[in-house]
Nanobody, 125 residues
Framework: VQLQASGGGLVQPGGSLRLSCVAS????????LGWFRQVPGKEREGVSC????????VYANSVKGRFTVSGNHAGNTVNLQMNSLKPEDTAVYYC???????????????????WGQGTLVTVSS
């Protein structure tokens, strides 16, 4: 299983970015596709995920109302539309896959088996 993330970059506060992640080599058991982020010195935290079996989504409180996660019908692509970006959103963003997406799994990185390489998002003026 391989995941390839893209779309990071430098954006001013209040701006938008769209991250994409394409997964390949999947088994049909993996329904959860998610996004995490990490800054130096801090633990990796869950941002959002989507369950491709039923299209249910979960968001961290810090991004609710600003970020939108979506996936394609084939269940091998996950996007993260990030609006109203804040400097505290600056981090390396990772996509990952798990058996399913729910509140518990988003808050437990050990539930996620495969990870992409990370893409840097910098929010700064």
């Amino acid at each position: 299983v391989q995941l390839q993330a893209s779309g990071g970059g430098l954006v001013q506060p209040g701006g938008s970015l769209r991250l994409s992640c394409v997964a390949s080599g999947f088994t049909l058991d993996y329904d959860g596709l998610g996004w995490f982020r990490q800054v130096p010195g801090k633990e990796r935290e869950g941002v959002s995920c989507i369950d491709t079996n039923n299209n249910s989504t979960v968001y961290a409180n810090s991004v609710k109302g600003r970020f939108t996660v979506s996936g394609n019908h084939a269940g091998n692509t996950v996007n993260l539309q990030m609006n109203s970006l804040k400097p505290e959103d600056t981090a390396v963003y990772y996509c990952a896959t798990a058996y399913y997406c729910d509140d518990y799994s988003l808050n437990n990185v050990r539930r996620w088996d495969y990870w992409g390489q990370g893409t840097l998002v910098t929010v700064s003026s």
